[in-house]
């Protein structure tokens, strides 16, 4: 079974700094090479679901996952910090969309 997904995101106004996708393969998250903002796309239509904010100052995302069973995300950032988010709100929106 072919799980691949073919969808062109105007994701961030700068280059991309770090992409994961859940383990359910429902979103995806990008982060771009400010830092400063965290999106949460449906894999199902592209659209934006939700945004995080990380921080004002420029820092470089180095790595986004999503918690295994839990509506957390986490990212690693230059400035040696880990921020944790809770993401439901995209989970429901990805629900009322369908």
Partial sequence: ???SIDLLLPAHDTEIGAIAVNPDGTLLA???SRGHI???FSTDGGEV???LKRGNSKAE???I???PTLYLLACTSSKSSIHIFEFK?????C???K
């Fill in 30 to 32: 990008s982060a771009s």
């Fill in 89 to 93: 709100k995209a989970v429901d929106k």
């Fill in 1 to 3: 079974m072919d799980k």
């Fill in 65 to 67: 996952i999503f918690h």
């Fill in 38 to 40: 965290i999106k949460l």
């Fill in 95 to 97: 629900v009322e969309t």
């Fill in 49 to 51: 679901v939700q945004e």
């Fill in 61 to 63: 995302i180095n790595e």
